[in-house]
């Protein structure tokens, strides 16, 4: 796998340079929440759980994002046994939002039988929508608003809002407004057949018109990342996944069973070890006929759920409960939409290593967003680049590359599903749960997000915790 990632300064010389420009968004917190010896401003990560990580259109497909979302915050409490009246605030992230449910967060909150008192808001920041909500309850909890806040995301991409166009959608507006039956009329006799076709939503950047798809195919181009090397990482993810699935190392998952349907949902579906003959065969899903970017080394359309217990130490020890993790440093990034779109993590991990006082061989966990393999393996490429460090981070050596035997253990949002807003707490959750059970001291997480964003968050293990 370490040949993924050599040739890097030859590879990345041909990467363009309209991201000379790069402006970083760093979230900064008090720095005073991380001290050990005080308690009241440590802020730990309780536990996590989720649904499991569905392909769209299969056995969620009558469900909608609401009963996901509610399925998550009843199964945390049911998990970890606390008193729901403990939580102070509930933060939920969504991407592909249903409008009938706008607030998801508040609406799932009611439905799983949390306080009307319990205030709850929704956020949005694409595929880090849940890191979002995680780290924002963390500045809640460092600024001493609240004490406990439950975190969470939702994407349910088997039922996606479709809007009449824009011409139909003027002409039912006035429709509305009119005062008489003529009126009506004569606004309805004006249909036409363009009237009647609907406005599509697409996985594309508003800035560009561009998928992420294509974008993926034009960053493994530009790092001389080849369709073999794609497939290799994919099947990694794949295998990885299995294993870990069949060692009954998915603890954070909970069944669901499914309303109305004769059947407990226990497992993620996604999860295929195929042959690299059987990959190879596949063709390029966007960039045709050339492109290296297939539907086996891409993440595919998920729905799911995740949500997450975080507080301060001292409350859960006031609790009595025994964390998983200290939440430690976080940071979010922001460059080139166009040609940088999905490097995210090579922005973030070196700001967040900064922050931490840390360096790459201190990680003993990974856990990596994979959108693509090719996006994977460019982000390694870029780390492991001289050039591309003295170029585009500001930096006069590489980032380094990490140690791959630690890097997505478990799989990841390849193998596992990637439902857009739920991704990020699932990265929390395994990573706290990897370094318990791997008896490492830090983790990692850093993913890519539309918009040409990122985050990157450390962890540390809690002490005396268990999996």
């Known amino acids: 796998m370490l040949s993924l990632v050599k040739n890097s300064v030859a590879t990345t010389q041909g990467f363009t340079k309209y991201g000379a420009a790069i402006n970083y968004w760093n979230v900064i917190v008090n720095k005073s929440y991380a001290t050990k010896d005080n308690a009241a401003k440590n802020i730990v990560y309780v536990d996590g759980v989720r649904t499991p990580f569905l392909q769209s259109g299969t056995s969620y497909k009558n ?40 607030n998801i967060a508040r609406e799932a909150a009611l439905a799983a039988g949390y306080s009307d008192r319990t205030p709850a808001h929704t956020v949005t920041m694409a595929c880090i929508s849940s890191n979002q909500a995680l780290t924002t309850g963390m500045g809640l909890i460092a600024c001493g608003v609240y004490d406990v806040i439950v975190a969470g995301g939702v994407e349910f991409m088997s039922d996606i809002p479709i809007r009449h166009n824009r011409r139909m959608r003027s002409l039912m507006l006035q429709a509305n407004k009119a005062k008489t039956i003529g009126q009506t009329l004569s606004l309805l006799g004006g249909l036409r057949p363009q009237h009647f076709v609907p406005d599509l939503p697409a996985v594309a950047e508003f800035s560009s018109g561009e998928t992420m798809g294509h974008s993926g195919d034009r960053l493994a181009a530009a790092f001389g990342v080849s369709r073999k090397e794609q497939d290799e990482y994919a099947l990694r993810s794949h295998t990885l996944a299995a294993n870990a699935q069949r060692q009954g190392y998915l603890t954070d998952i909970t069944p669901y069973k499914v309303p109305n349907v004769d059947k407990v949902v226990d497992k993620d579906n996604g999860i295929r070890v195929s042959t690299p003959e059987q990959l190879a065969k596949l063709k390029p899903a966007f960039v045709k006929p050339y492109g290296s970017v297939t539907a086996a080394n891409a993440s595919f359309l998920s729905d799911g759920a995740s949500a997450a217990l975080i507080m301060s130490e001292q409350r859960a020890l006031q609790l009595g409960l025994t964390p998983k993790a200290y939440l430690r440093n976080f940071t979010y990034v922001s460059q080139d939409p166009i040609d940088q779109l999905l490097l995210g993590p090579t922005y973030a991990i070196p700001k967040v290593l900064e922050k931490a006082k840390l360096g ?75 370094l318990i059970r791997e008896d490492q001291q830090f983790g990692l997480i850093a993913a890519c997000a539309a918009g040409g964003q990122g985050v990157g968050m450390i962890m540390e293990r809690y002490p005396g915790a268990k999996v």
């Open 63 to 102: 469900l909608t994002p609401y009963d996901l979302a509610t399925h998550s915050l009843v199964a945390l409490q049911k998990k970890i046994k606390f008193p729901q009246e403990v939580v102070e605030y509930i933060v939920y992230g969504t991407v592909m939002q249903e409008v009938k449910t706008s």
């Open 360 to 434: 790459v061989k201190d990680i003993g966990v990974w856990e990596i967003h994979e959108a693509f393999a090719g996006q994977i393996l460019s982000n390694l490429k870029a780390l492991d680049s001289d050039w591309f460090a003295q170029n585009y981070l500001g930096r006069s050596t590489k980032v380094g590359t990490p140690d791959l035997s630690k890097w997505n253990a478990w799989g990841g949002s390849l193998s596992i599903g990637h439902p857009f807003a739920a991704t990020g707490v699932r990265l929390a959750t395994h990573t706290a749960n990897r």
